[in-house]
């Protein structure tokens, strides 16, 4: 099993930043590869970002490229997302995800654990 809590979510004004973490437990963090999901309400779970087991690869949604970089501390065993010029259609709760493979994966079927979720709410 691998726990995974995420933090960092918060109200923000249109055209701010903010800096999502996922604290991973439980087993060996690097063995996965990790993303980042969000779902506005009454919408469905969409991709955000993913990168690989150690960093060398990363995908981004088209709406979270040039604005996201997602990254990791293998030795923190923590999932960063820097998001950038936030939008009031960036409104989410924002989860983190691992899963079993050490290659980028950005489909959401394909992941083994997920977080509970943190809000982000991005005023205009």
């Known amino acids: 099993q691998v726990q995974l809590v995420e933090a960092g979510g918060g109200l923000v004004q249109a055209g701010g930043s903010l800096r999502l973490s996922c604290a991973a437990s439980g087993r060996t963090f690097s063995n996965y590869a990790m993303g980042w999901f969000r779902q506005a309400p009454g919408k469905e779970r969409e991709f955000v970002a993913a990168?690989?087991?150690?960093?060398?690869?990363?995908n981004y949604a088209d709406s979270a490229k040039g604005r996201a970089t997602i990254s990791r501390d293998n030795a923190k065993s923590t999932l960063y997302l820097q998001m950038n010029s936030l939008k009031p259609d960036d409104t989410a709760v924002y989860y983190c995800?691992?899963?079993?493979?050490?290659?980028?994966?950005?489909?959401?079927?394909?992941?083994?654990?997920w977080g509970q979720g943190t809000q982000v709410t991005v005023s205009s």
């Open positions: 990168i690989s087991w150690n960093g060398g690869s990363t």
């Open positions: 995800a691992a899963a079993r493979n050490i290659r980028i994966v950005t489909t959401s079927a394909r992941y083994n654990y």
